[in-house]
C-alpha cells in the first residue's frame, strides 16, 4: 500500500512502579549499566543519541496516524527536525520499516505487541504486560513510559441492563453467562473469554465492527435474566459515546493494552525521551477515543493531533 510522509508545522513522572521495572529491565535485558549520570534513559538503560531527522511511522488505522502525530508534535516541541511517515500498512510491515531503520519511532499498544515478539506469553495485568514487554523486545527497539490511555478488550452492557441487574463486573455477570448471549467486535479479545471462570455463553457471534456490537444491546432482559453483552475496546468512538456500563475487570481476564512508543535505541535526546513521557502522562483513553472518533468522520489525524498537543504540551 502507498504511503504519505508529511513534515509537520510549528510530565508528569513515570509511575514508582514502573521505576522498579524499567530498573529491572535494564539488569535483564541489557545487562550492563548506563555510563550517563542523570536524565532520561531508554530501557535499555543507554541515554539518547538522537541525531538527524526522525520519522515516525504510522499503520493504516486512525489510532496508529494519530498517535504517531502525536509523537512526532510531542518531539517536535524539543527543536527537532521530525516528519511523519504514514499508511506504512499492518503491524507487521510497519515493525519491518522500524527493524530496517527507515522508521524511528511507532506507536504501538504494550499487549499487542507483547503477543507479537512472544506469543505465547501469558501476562495480562499492564505493569507485568510491561515488564514482559521490555523482556521480549529484539535488540536495537526499547519503549518508554505507557501511557494511562489504552485499547484493552472489555464486556459492556446497557446502563439500563447494569441497573436492574446491578451488574458491574464479570464477576457478577458471571451467574447470567450461561442464558446470555455475547456479541464480539472483530478486535475483541475473544481468545480471553474461556478464562472468565465460570462464564460459557449460551451463543457468542461476532459482528462487523463495534458500532453492530452496540447496536446488538437494544434488546431488553428477558424474564429469566438472560441479557446481551458486548464484546469491544475502550478506545472505540462507538463505545465512548454510547450509554454503557464497561464491566470491571478485577482479575485482569483481558490484556493490557496501554499505548506506548516503540523506538530504536540510540536515535533520541534525554530531551526527546521526556517529552515522550510528558505524552504518557498526559493521554487518556477518552481523548483518544474522541480523536479516532474525528479522523473516522473525515478530520485530518495532524489537524485532530495539534489540538491535542496545544491543550496539553
Known sequence: MAHTRTDGSAERPAAWSRALIAGSALLLVAGVASGC??????????????????????????????LAEIYAGALRSTGAPVVTDGGLGDRTAYLGQLDAGNVTL???????????????????????VFEALSKALPQGLSI?????????????????????????????????????????????EADALPDLTGCTFAQTR??????????????PVSADGAVRVAGVTTASPDVSDADLVLLADDDHVFTAQNVVPLFRIGTLTEAQLKALNVV?????????????????????????????LDAHL
Do not use: K, N
Open 206 to 219: 461476532t459482528v462487523a465492527d463495534d458500532a453492530a456490537a452496540v447496536g446488538e444491546l437494544a434488546a
Open 144 to 188: 518508554s513510559d505507557f501511557a494511562a490511555a489504552e485499547d484493552r478488550s472489555a464486556l459492556a452492557v446497557t446502563s439500563q441492563t447494569s441497573g436492574q441487574l446491578d451488574l458491574t463486573t464479570l464477576d457478577e455477570l458471571v451467574p447470567s453467562c450461561s442464558r446470555s448471549t455475547a456479541v464480539l467486535a472483530p478486535a475483541f
Open 106 to 128: 511507532v506507536p504501538e499498544f504494550t499487549g499487542r505487541l507483547l503477543r507479537y515478539y512472544a506469543p505465547e506469553s501469558a501476562e495480562t495485568e499492564q505493569d507485568d
Open 280 to 308: 504518557a502522562g498526559e493521554l487518556t483513553t477518552a481523548d483518544l477515543a474522541d480523536m479516532i472518533g474525528q479522523v473516522r468522520g473525515g478530520a485530518d489525524s495532524a489537524d485532530v493531533a495539534r489540538v491535542w
Open 37 to 66: 549520570a542523570g536524565g532520561d534513559t531508554t530501557l535499555d538503560g543507554s541515554a539518547g543519541q538522537g541525531q538527524g531527522e526522525i520519522v515516525v511511522g504510522a499503520g493504516d488505522g486512525a489510532e496508529s496516524r494519530i
